[in-house]
Nanobody, 125 residues
Framework: QLQFVESGGGLVQPGESLRLSCAASGFSLRYYAIGWFRQAPGKEREGLSCISRSGGSTNYKDSVKGRFTISRDNGNNKVYLQMVSLKPEDTAVYFC??????????????????WGQGTQVTVSS
């Protein structure tokens, strides 16, 4: 069972930035395509972005394209989500998880339905 540890969330004002980190507990992330997901109160969990095992390809949900950037450091066993120009509608708990791949490209579909604690992002003035 893969266990992820998310961190880096916080309370920011609209237009500000945050960088989230995803770490693996007891396994190497390098063998998995990884995605970032979020869940706002009363809403379903949604996939935001993913990155291939090598980091050579990425994918983004339209609503965050141009504002969020996913990256990974396999040497340090971490995946990151840089978020800029944050909006109140970005308020949610953010999670990372292994994702499926299709023809070598990562998808925004999680592979395992086991989740870490997540990290809270609140965007409010």
């Amino acid at each position: 069972q893969l266990q992820f540890v998310e961190s880096g969330g916080g309370l920011v004002q609209p237009g500000e930035s945050l960088r989230l980190s995803c770490a693996a507990s007891g396994f190497s992330l390098r063998y998995y395509a990884i995605g970032w997901f979020r869940q706002a109160p009363g809403k379903e969990r949604e996939g935001l972005s993913c990155i291939s095992r090598s980091g050579g390809s990425t994918n983004y949900k339209d609503s965050v394209k141009g504002r969020f950037t996913i990256s990974r450091d396999n040497g340090n066993n971490k995946v990151y989500l840089q978020m800029v120009s944050l909006k109140p509608e970005d308020t949610a708990v953010y999670f990372c998880q292994a994702v499926t791949t299709d023809s070598g490209m990562c998808t925004l579909l999680y592979e395992f339905d086991t989740w870490g604690q997540g990290t809270q992002v609140t965007v409010s003035s």
